[in-house]
């Protein structure tokens, strides 16, 4: 093959792929690659205000974490589901873990578990090459076994039992197993939380298939995955990235490569409008230190230089 041509074409399938990465805005699918998968608690869309985000400084690290105050809800879905969509490039088997610890009293066996559900084609936890199932999948055949404790519309309760942040997610109520799924295709599945225990503080959540260890899985170092959106242009290449600085923030941020004469909005996890600035100049400096902390986008809506950006005030 002729090496201009070769060259030329890894060119151009490598814009296109870095065409179709987005901001990360809570509708757009979180994007898998290389097996591995690294999602922030709060970039999910909360549609209910019991889950708040909130931000403490632990053990010398300062960590922003996902956590439900209403009624628990040990025996059925509290109906205030979180859904996170995934985009699969490489089918497998994964393994999930959160980041967590119990937020409230001492005891591990309390304020440790919400529900938990992946649509992958084969979801269950395993210990010594024995699954485990939720319900009511498992009474569908005398081949499978129901996870002990409560389960149901095939969620599992999905545990830790940790004081300090770790990763660490698992069911089957007296032994222990860990979390897997099997993903047989290429393509986008979601997962779900809904709340169970109050007070579990879960900061982020991984998948890794087996060629990636733990250790480089669990790395507090990895970046967000970034997200898909297959209806950029190649034309997305040739905007300036927009930057903000400090984020998170306690007061001010910085935000650079405006798109000239832009009207920005920030609005709350919730949809509602926050702000709304009109600006003439690249650069802007915003204050939010009279806002309340949790999760706020920043967003412009001229539809040729358009973006939406996340924002973390702690």
């Not at 890894?10 to 805005?25: E, G, H, N, R």
Request: glycine share 6%; hydrophobic share 35%; aromatic share 12%.
């Amino acid at each position: 093959m002729n090496k201009f041509f070769l060259l030329f074409t890894l060119s151009f399938v490598s814009i296109q792929l870095f065409a179709q990465t987005a901001t990360c805005d809570g509708t757009l699918p979180f994007e898998e690659k290389d097996g591995l998968l690294t999602i922030e608690m709060e970039s999910g869309i909360l549609n209910d205000d019991r889950w708040k985000i909130a931000t403490e400084t632990f053990e010398g690290e300062e960590v922003t974490y996902l956590h439900w105050t209403g009624n628990e809800s040990f025996n059925a879905l509290s109906g205030a589901p979180i859904v996170y969509k995934i985009k699969i490039n490489n089918p497998g088997t994964y393994r999930f873990a959160w980041r967590m610890r119990v937020g409230k009293g001492t005891s591990k066996g309390e304020h440790n578990d919400a529900w938990l559900k992946i649509d992958g084609e084969d979801f269950y936890g395993i210990k010594n090459g024995a699954k485990v199932y939720p319900k009511p999948y498992c009474n569908s055949s005398a081949d499978l076994h129901c996870a002990e404790g409560s389960s149901t519309e095939n969620f599992i309760k999905a545990f830790g039992n940790r004081l300090d942040y770790g990763f660490v997610t698992n069911t089957n109520d007296g032994d222990s197993h860990r979390v897997f799924v099997t993903f047989n295709e290429a393509k986008e599945y979601t997962i779900t939380i809904d709340a169970r225990s109050s007070y579990l503080f879960i900061d982020k959540m991984v998948l890794h298939r087996n060629s990636v260890s733990s250790t480089t899985a669990f790395n507090l170092n990895n970046p967000e995955s970034t997200c898909y959106n297959a209806s950029l242009s190649t034309n997305a290449i040739k905007k300036k990235e927009l930057k903000i600085y400090p984020n998170p923030t306690k007061g001010k941020i910085e935000i650079k490569n405006i798109p000239n004469n832009s009207k920005l909005t920030i609005s709350n996890i919730f949809g509602a409008i926050i702000k709304k600035i009109e600006t003439k100049e690249s650069s802007e400096i915003i204050d939010m230190s009279d806002l309340n902390s949790g999760v706020y986008f920043i967003s412009n809506d001229d539809k040729n230089n358009s973006f939406t950006k996340k924002i973390i005030k702690i």
